[in-house]
């Protein structure tokens, strides 16, 4: 028997320190007792994030299709590339 085994043995058989039976009654009712947070004066601040968001995401996606380059045939992953071994063997056979 491991360490650990020994402890969580003597764990399972020790006495707990208080009745755990109504805990979640508990801590919903600490819950509920919470005053209700209001999100209207929040929602002139979200609409500004998810704008922005959008906004910078767009532009991103302009200049990133802008710059992009097609692939030249000494690419490693192209479909076409000359130099790649399917295409020696199959020259060759």
Same mark, same amino acid.
């Given at each position: ?30 819950i ?10 929040? #929602? $002139? ?5 998810? !704008? %922005? ?6 532009? &991103?996606?302009?200049?990133?299709? =802008?710059?992009?380059d #097609? $692939? ?5 992953? !192209? %479909? ?6 399917? &295409?020696?063997?199959?020259?060759? =056979?």
């Amino acid at each position: 028997m491991t360490p650990l085994d020994r402890h969580l043995t003597a764990l399972a058989g020790a006495p707990t320190g208080r009745d755990l039976s109504g805990l979640d009654r508990e801590v919903w009712r600490m819950i509920d007792a919470r005053p209700a947070m209001s999100t209207r004066g929040l #929602r $002139p601040i979200q609409w500004a994030a998810v !704008s %922005a968001a959008l906004v910078v995401g767009v532009v &991103t996606g302009t200049f990133a299709m =802008a710059s992009f380059d #097609r $692939p030249s045939e000494m690419s490693v992953f !192209s %479909a076409h590339s000359p130099l790649a071994p399917s &295409t020696l063997l199959a020259d060759h =056979a």
